[in-house]
């Protein structure tokens, strides 16, 4: 059962959206408790009880005549909650997915004046999404790694490995998806989590996703066709490992 | 005594050859280097004296090469090499021309070792003061190197360099043996002198000419996008001001459909008129606009020239500028190639795929100054492993050197981190500066 709260201060734009969401818990009974509706951001953040993955905001950006204060509550709402599922549904001359992507982890952007037709398309997805996400086990396990200068977390089974890089203690970690630097030791590295291997003088790995070993390069390879190297000593350990 | 004195003037020469080196490379060194070389050479004068000079020749040489790890062999020579052969020359001079006219005299190994010290410390002033009157701007000479405009000039002073020294060492060391030794030293002394002042001063006019001609170049390039921003604003201005104009007329008819109660008239303006301004005005032209919250003009004018050009290649785009955005902790040069490549390299990709879209985002979290710039790929995913190795790209052989470019510059700041993601047909590169 998924909690759904929204922020509009427009009359009719609340009405809107309240009518597309009871219109989709009544045809999917039992997902969804009815909607709370609020103008006023304290309200809601008062009416908040509970946090996870089963809360679900949708909130307009622009309330009232301060442009940010839709921005604001989702901060407020990240704050108390990391897992929360966060909607924007705002005016298109506000769309800035990307920079509130990043900012509050916002789900999605709704465009206000798509027609009925697209707007109640979308808003449904998102509530789908969210039920989605109701399944998936909430503690991940993650790789952390905190320290004055940097803060990472990444799921763990997602590392495939870390270098060094040409500046002193700058590290690259590379997923299958992405690759980022951040200021820590090798050391300092495979202390944070006992599965990590250093394989060789300038990487580290993580084992669960290495797939082959070329013996001959002295070469890893893992499951995206991503590779490192490897040193010759540390080859018979995980080739056992492998195994 | 005279020992004392001859330590002593090693030891002014270690340092002055350390001096020296600082100014030509900019490789400071620090205290403990400082306290931990002079121990070292003041041991090695003490017990092995021809060892301390030729240790002190090398070492520079070997530091440059080894500990500093220019990418540049010909530079580390060249910086191994210049301290020495100044120091060699400056003293030279003074003992063999200039101290002789006020009557003292060091010749060879037999002259007062006094004298010699008193050499020693005028080295460096001497040096310091006439290059400062021939205006060789070390400073500049320092980037220009750096910039590696003359690079083949380099060989040509390294290779003179290194025959000097070494002529130098062989007569002194077959002073017995070749009667004229002293004399040819001198000579040599006077001629390389001369040749290697018109090179340092050749260097200098060049590198600093150079670097000036790389500036004007620059700011014409500002100059141009300024004005093609500038075009683009006033066009969007002058569409603004039709848009005013047919606004006053539509009010009017909307007034008479209200006087009448004319439902369908007023219907009938919105469903043809109206709505088409709604499109004309979420069009992307107007994303450019953002750029407005970018205070610094000349990044302003260089975004939005790439932009325009995305735009003229039916790139959709997306600016996101959250707020006034000062970007003020790099150096603004850095920061517009920095970007430059980010979107350069975007909108090449974007061009070849289906979706065709690019984004910029750049905003401030958390106290953190954040630059995304996000594109359509070709491939669902692009792998990542060598994207900043030079000589690396997609685009084919001999390309690949945007990236690195952006890797060397951002290597200079310490509080900057890079992070690349590709998945699902978009690429995104994030900048985040603390």
């Not at chain 2, 205006?135 to 000097?164: A, D, H, R, T």
Request: proline content about 2%; aromatic content about 12%; hydrophobic content about 45%.
């Amino acid at each position: 059962m998924i909690n759904i709260f929204i922020l509009e201060d427009e009359i009719l734009q609340q009405a809107r959206l309240e009518k597309i969401i009871i219109e989709f818990v009544m045809q999917n009974k039992n997902c969804c408790t009815t909607p709370k509706v609020f103008g006023d951001p304290v309200q809601l953040l008062d009416a908040v009880v509970e946090s996870g993955a089963h809360q679900l905001y949708f909130l307009d950006i622009a309330i009232r005549a301060e442009k940010t204060k839709g921005l604001q509550l989702a901060y407020q709402i990240r704050q108390k909650d990391p897992y929360a599922t966060i909607v924007f549904v705002t005016t298109h001359s506000q769309f800035m997915p990307l920079t509130f992507k990043y900012k509050v982890a916002a789900l999605d952007f709704i465009d206000k004046s798509l027609p009925n037709e697209e707007f109640a398309k979308q808003i449904r997805a998102a509530i789908e999404e969210t039920l989605n996400r109701q399944g998936k086990t909430i503690a991940q396990d993650a790789f952390t790694f905190k320290t004055s200068l940097t803060q990472v977390q990444v799921p763990f089974n997602k590392i495939l490995y870390f270098e060094t890089s040409a500046i002193v203690h700058k590290v690259i970690l590379h997923t299958s998806t992405e690759r980022f630097e951040f200021y820590a030791s090798m050391a300092e590295i495979l202390k944070a989590d006992a599965r990590l291997y250093r394989c060789h003088k300038s990487f580290i790995v993580n084992p669960q996703n290495i797939v082959s070993i070329d013996k001959q390069q002295k070469v890893l390879y893992f499951m995206d066709g991503q590779s490192c190297l490897v040193a010759r000593e540390k080859i018979k350990f995980l080739t056992q490992y492998l195994k | 005594m005279e020992q004392i004195f001859k330590e002593l003037t090693f030891l002014v020469h270690v340092i002055i050859v350390l001096l020296i080196y600082q100014q030509i490379s900019g490789n400071k060194f620090r205290w403990y280097q400082w306290s931990c070389l002079i121990l070292i050479c003041g041991i090695l004068s003490s017990f092995m004296p021809v060892l301390g000079t030729v240790i002190c020749l090398f070492f520079l040489l070997v530091y440059s090469i080894w500990f500093k790890q220019t990418d540049n062999l010909r530079l580390a020579f060249f910086y191994g090499l210049y301290p020495n052969v100044v120091a060699s020359l400056f003293s030279r001079v003074l003992t063999d021309y200039l101290l002789p006219l006020f009557g003292l005299y060091h010749v060879g190994f037999n002259g007062d070792e006094r004298v010699h010290f008193f050499i020693e410390l005028l080295v460096f002033p001497l040096y310091f003061y006439l290059t400062k009157f021939i205006k060789i701007n070390f400073s500049l000479l320092k980037q220009g190197l750096k910039k590696l405009y003359l690079n083949q000039f380099i060989v040509v002073m390294n290779l003179s360099m290194c025959s000097y020294l070494a002529i130098l060492e062989a007569l002194r060391l077959m002073r017995n043996y070749i009667p004229q030794a002293i004399l040819l030293q001198e000579r040599l002394v006077g001629i390389y002198t001369i040749i290697f002042l018109v090179m340092l001063v050749y260097l200098n006019t060049t590198l600093v000419e150079k670097l000036k001609e790389e500036i004007v170049y620059q700011k014409e390039q500002q100059l141009q996008e300024l004005i093609t921003y500038s075009q683009h604003v006033e066009d969007l201005y002058n569409e603004i001001k039709y848009f005013r104009h047919d606004y006053l007329n539509i009010l009017t008819s909307i007034h008479t459909g209200l006087e009448n109660r004319d439902l369908i008239a007023i219907q009938t303006v919105y469903d043809q008129v109206l709505t088409k301004t709604k499109e004309q005005f979420t069009d992307e032209k107007y994303h450019i606009a953002n750029l407005v919250k970018i205070t610094n003009p000349a990044l302003k004018s260089v975004i939005a020239t790439k932009l325009l050009a995305a735009q003229s290649q039916n790139i959709k785009l997306r600016v996101e500028i959250d707020a006034q955005i000062g970007l003020v902790k790099l150096d603004i040069l850095d920061l517009i190639n920095v970007i430059s490549i980010l979107l350069d390299n975007a909108l090449e990709e974007a061009r070849l795929t289906k979706e065709r879209f690019l984004v910029l985002a750049i905003f401030e979290v958390n106290n953190k100054e954040v630059i995304i710039v996000e594109n359509s790929t070709r491939k669902a995913k692009v792998d990542l492993t060598n994207l900043f190795v030079r000589g690396y790209s997609t685009k084919g052989a001999k390309r690949g050197y945007g990236l690195v470019k952006l890797r060397k510059i951002l290597d200079n700041y310490p509080n900057v981190l890079i992070k690349t993601k590709s998945s699902g047909h978009i690429f995104s590169q994030i900048i985040e500066i603390n």
